[in-house]
């Protein structure tokens, strides 16, 4: 494979993760998840591409690195990748969201938590032939919302047994006690599995020759764009919260909690169509997206107590105090901000900028450390 393809994904990678990094701003600035002003609906909403673009490129990376290996060792590769992930969901990054150590009261399943499970799953699906993996994750995804309908709904909390934690965990999401206290399930497991399954399959389309790879991607990816419009402007499905006529903001409101099937069309779409230009970007910005898009579990790691302890100086230094509620249970048990601590839109995007310029430095040494040598404990990060 050439360089120039890899590298198209690692630009891909590289500019959902800055995007990423606006949300878990957000998270500590007070300012709300979408609305009601089209400035704070984009803020968020620009957001949405990240999560499936991770677990659809965490996919494609595990069949390109499977070229390299038997199906046995990729499948181990697989486990071992996610149990480590759900480990740093459930320790490292559970702090990071909190500065606090009231572990026993607050667990929270996130992105990385989920993308362990999708890899776990993935570990299974490698023995398939290709085409039975790529069937099960467009079936998932196009089917999952069907499911919705016959299901058994979650009762309210607390959940009264163990299948309604089961229903959450696998599919609606919330909280589930656990001891004390509770795992908040932000990310439900069976829209993300199609997503990285159908992920796995694309890697075929990425060592395909060039003329027809930038066909298949572009070809794809706007179909799935139509597709969107086509199933929104009608409301024929694939979204529990239908499009009310109202206007743009009415329109691209669909669910992420658990993914639909048009939350998936209007992020995977865009993203897919893109990669043959990606595939040809050569300017600065590019190359630095690339040094970002090669390290991306390390980002992930450093940018939230990064971003933490950003919020906590601005806190600082505006208030003359770090206020209590930036040590509650972010980003899903918190409490509203306090009074008068909710930021302005250029305030975030300001720190957002900064934590970003940060986070170059260590991700740059890891790729120069990684093209110089492989050594044993970079499979950690």
């Known amino acids: 494979m050439s360089e120039r393809r890899i590298a198209s994904l690692d630009v891909l990678r590289g500019a959902v993760m800055v995007l990423m990094a606006i949300d878990h701003v957000r998270v500590f600035s007070g300012v709300p998840a979408g609305g ?40 181990r590769y697989l486990l071992l990748r996610g149990l480590w992930l759900i480990l740093l969901e459930m320790t490292f990054l559970r702090f990071a969201w909190t500065f606090n150590f009231d572990y026993a009261h607050y667990a929270l399943a996130g992105v990385i938590w989920v993308i362990g499970w999708s890899l776990i799953t993935l570990a299974g699906l490698v023995f398939l032939p290709l085409p039975a993996v790529a069937a099960f994750g467009i079936a998932v995804v196009a089917g999952h919302n069907l499911a919705s309908a016959w299901l058994p709904q979650p009762a309210q909390t607390p959940p009264a047994g163990a299948l309604d934690g089961l229903w959450r965990l696998l599919y609606f999401g919330g909280g589930i ?14 829209p993300w599995i199609g997503v990285i399954a159908a992920g796995y399959a694309f890697g ?6 060039s003329a027809r ?83 991306p579990l390390l980002y992930y790691l450093l940018h939230i107590p990064l971003i933490h302890l950003a919020a906590c100086a ?27 601590y909710t930021w302005s839109l250029p305030l975030l995007y300001l720190v957002t900028a900064l934590v970003v310029a940060l986070l170059y ?16 404990w970079m499979a950690l990060v």
Do not use: Q
């Open 314 to 340: 601005v806190s600082l230094g505006r208030s003359g105090e770090v206020v209590p509620w930036l040590f509650e249970n972010h980003p899903m048990r918190n409490g509203p901000p306090p009074e008068g």
């Open 177 to 190: 006690p656990s001891g004390k206290g509770e795992l908040v399930i932000l990310y439900s497991l069976v």
């Open 213 to 295: 790879r930038r066909r298949v991607c572009l070809g794809l990816g706007l179909a799935m764009i139509a597709g969107f419009v086509a199933l929104r402007a009608f409301n024929l499905y694939g979204d529990p919260r239908p499009w009310d006529g109202s206007g743009v903001l009415s329109f691209l409101n669909t669910t992420k909690y658990p993914a639909s099937l048009l939350f998936l069309l209007m992020t995977l779409g865009p993203l897919i169509a893109l990669v043959p230009a990606f595939e040809r970007a050569e300017d600065r910005v590019s190359r630095l997206l690339v040094v970002f898009g090669r390290a």
């Open 361 to 376: 430095f260590p991700c740059r040494w890891l790729g120069e450390r990684r093209a110089r040598r492989r050594e044993a």
């Open 36 to 75: 009601p002003t089209p400035g704070v609906f984009f803020t968020r909403w620009i957001t949405h591409f990240c999560a499936p673009a991770f677990v659809f490129l965490a996919g494609t990376s595990a069949f390109l690195h499977g070229r390299k290996l038997t199906r046995g060792a990729l499948s």
């Open 204 to 209: 075929a389309v990425m060592t395909a020759e």
